[in-house]
């Protein structure tokens, strides 16, 4: 390792260590690097521009933000909740399956997991511990594990991060990622149910059949915007980028004349919560940029490569060894940085070892996924704790048994690729 990039790395972990924002740690660890390589620091802001230049599909990414922030506001998420306690309320654990099943539909429609936590956690939260029917750890863990399901099902903004620095087609790992997003479903409605059964929790009133078309009837249009989003991609009628513009446009256009619930007040709100949210996922995009660089620079691909190739690592012995260091860095990392800053080092790596990146991606999404509610960092628990206040030891107490399924899945999807890359070879898909 050289001294410059030692001096890198230690300045981006100090900063990161004292609490520094990890897009303000990156962008400085870069400046430190290129002044002790005797670099122009000059380059640092050509290659953000160049960056954002030419990755047109960055725009998605925004758009996306707003379409979520529209459905938090415009009520829209309420009536997909009363949809879904009609659907599966009435089942043991009821209301752990409603909490699953919202974020099942949420997902399609935000692309974040965060504004999944944030948009409904707090409502379904509130349901399940009304009258002490649900332990308040319990229904912030299970909320916590729901919620990464959002950026797994389509859309899904790391996902537009993973196509940026793959190159791997953006359409394919949308299609790959509804079977994991299910699966995912899955095993969390299962561990609920045992846990439900396990610990007597009390069962929801049914709602009547006879009012399910009805509460169908009055979601339906929110249910769409998927079909609208793959159709749009798949069917040639937009990019990804433009089918990111359709979803905001459409939540926009169901918040504010079909459902009437959006204020102009309202609205301004939410495009300032959008800006700040895009501007903070932004500056990390920029530090990775120029950090990209630095690790071109350096060869380290090539060192990673060489190191491998000369100790005859078979395809799943990668992909284990890779995965275990996502879940150990999701401990202390945000996804955004690791799929950005770390998973970039391993793209040749599996190209050479002839892994297909569309599976790749979905590995990373989901390990990256399932970081975010991986103590002591996780930073969905911390948002359902800033949303929910409630402490952060009984979230962190109950999140273990959804964790070990989630990792259940993980393993499940990384030794059948086959499963994951299905709907893409339905569609045309040549991986």
Same mark, same amino acid.
């Given at each position: 390792?050289?001294?410059?990039?030692?001096?890198?790395?230690?300045?981006?972990?100090?900063?990161?260590?004292?609490?520094?924002?990890?897009?303000?740690?990156?962008? /400085?660890?870069? /400046?430190?690097?290129?002044?002790?390589?005797? /670099?122009?620091?000059?380059?640092?802001?050509?290659?953000? !521009?160049?960056?954002?230049?030419?990755?047109?599909?960055?725009?998605?990414?925004?758009?996306?933000?707003?379409?979520?922030?529209?459905?938090?506001?415009?009520?829209?998420?309420?009536?997909?909740?009363?949809?879904?306690?009609?659907?599966?309320?009435?089942?043991?654990?009821?209301?752990?399956?409603?909490?699953?099943?919202?974020?099942?539909?949420?997902?399609?429609?935000?692309?974040?997991?965060?504004?999944?936590?944030?948009?409904?956690?707090?409502?379904?939260?509130?349901? $399940?511990?009304?009258?002490?029917?649900?332990?308040?750890?319990?229904?912030?863990?299970?909320?916590?594990?729901?919620?990464?399901?959002?950026?797994?099902?389509?859309?899904?903004?790391?996902?537009?991060?993973?196509?940026?620095?793959?190159?791997?087609?953006?359409?394919?790992?949308?299609?790959?990622?509804?079977?994991?997003?299910?699966?995912?479903?899955?095993?969390? $409605?299962?561990?609920?149910?045992?846990?439900?059964?396990?610990?007597?929790?009390?069962?929801?009133?049914?709602?009547?059949?006879?009012?399910?078309?009805?509460?169908?009837?009055?979601?339906?249009?929110?249910?769409?915007?998927?079909?609208?989003? !793959?159709?749009?991609?798949?069917?040639?009628?937009?990019?990804?980028?433009?089918?990111?513009?359709?979803?905001?446009?459409?939540?926009?256009?169901?918040?504010?004349?079909?459902?009437?619930?959006?204020?102009?007040?309202?609205?301004?709100?939410? #495009?300032?919560?959008?800006?700040?949210?895009?501007?903070?996922? %932004?500056?990390?995009?920029?530090?990775? #940029?120029?950090?990209?660089?630095?690790?071109?620079?350096?060869?380290?691909?090539?060192?990673?490569?060489?190191?491998?190739?000369?100790?005859?690592?078979?395809?799943?012995?990668?992909?284990?060894?890779?995965? !275990?260091?996502?879940?150990?860095?999701?401990?202390?990392?945000?996804?955004?940085?690791?799929?950005?800053?770390?998973?970039?080092?391993?793209?040749?790596?599996?190209?050479?070892?002839?892994?297909?990146?569309?599976?790749?991606?979905? &590995?990373?999404?989901?390990?990256?996924?399932? %970081?975010?509610?991986?103590?002591?960092?996780?930073? &969905? &628990?911390?948002?359902?704790?800033?949303?929910?206040?409630?402490?952060?030891?009984?979230?962190?107490?109950?999140?273990?048994?959804?964790?070990?399924?989630?990792? #259940?899945?993980?393993?499940?999807?990384?030794?059948?690729?086959?499963?994951?890359?299905? !709907?893409?070879?339905?569609?045309?898909?040549?991986?």
């Amino acid at each position: 390792m050289s001294f410059e990039l030692l001096s890198c790395l230690l300045t981006l972990f100090v900063l990161a260590g004292i609490g520094t924002p990890i897009g303000y740690s990156i962008l /400085l660890a870069s /400046l430190m690097y290129l002044g002790v390589a005797g /670099l122009d620091v000059a380059l640092a802001g050509e290659k953000i !521009l160049q960056g954002f230049y030419k990755s047109t599909i960055l725009l998605a990414v925004p758009l996306f933000i707003v379409a979520a922030n529209i459905m938090n506001a415009g009520s829209i998420t309420d009536r997909l909740l009363n949809f879904c306690v009609a659907a599966v309320g009435r089942f043991k654990g009821g209301l752990g399956h409603v909490n699953v099943v919202a974020s099942l539909i949420f997902s399609g429609m935000s692309g974040s997991a965060v504004a999944d936590a944030a948009g409904i956690g707090k409502i379904i939260i509130e349901m $399940m511990t009304k009258d002490g029917r649900y332990s308040r750890g319990y229904a912030a863990a299970i909320t916590a594990a729901s919620a990464t399901i959002g950026p797994i099902i389509p859309p899904s903004i790391p996902m537009v991060l993973y196509a940026l620095v793959s190159k791997a087609s953006i359409g394919s790992l949308f299609l790959a990622g509804i079977l994991p997003g299910l699966i995912m479903g899955i095993v969390l $409605m299962a561990m609920n149910y045992y846990l439900a059964g396990k610990r007597n929790f009390a069962l929801e009133e049914p709602v009547p059949l006879r009012e399910l078309p009805a509460k169908t009837a009055n979601a339906f249009p929110a249910l769409l915007m998927p079909a609208i989003l !793959l159709y749009g991609i798949y069917g040639g009628v937009t990019t990804p980028t433009e089918a990111a513009a359709v979803a905001a446009f459409y939540a926009l256009l169901l918040a504010a004349l079909f459902y009437r619930a959006l204020t102009f007040r309202g609205l301004y709100q939410v #495009f300032v919560d959008s800006a700040r949210s895009s501007a903070a996922v %932004g500056v990390v995009i920029g530090g990775a #940029f120029i950090l990209n660089f630095i690790v071109i620079q350096e060869q380290i691909p090539q060192s990673i490569s060489a190191l491998l190739e000369g100790s005859d690592v078979s395809p799943i012995v990668f992909l284990i060894l890779v995965n !275990l260091l996502i879940l150990a860095l999701g401990c202390v990392l945000d996804a955004t940085t690791i799929i950005l800053v770390i998973v970039p080092l391993f793209i040749p790596t599996c190209e050479a070892l002839g892994i297909d990146l569309v599976h790749f991606g979905v &590995l990373v999404v989901v390990n990256s996924m399932i %970081g975010l509610i991986t103590p002591p960092y996780g930073i &969905l &628990l911390f948002v359902i704790n800033a949303v929910t206040d409630i402490p952060l030891r009984e979230i962190i107490s109950e999140i273990w048994a959804f964790l070990a399924v989630l990792i #259940f899945a993980l393993v499940i999807m990384m030794l059948m690729p086959d499963l994951v890359l299905w !709907l893409p070879r339905m569609f045309g898909y040549q991986g």
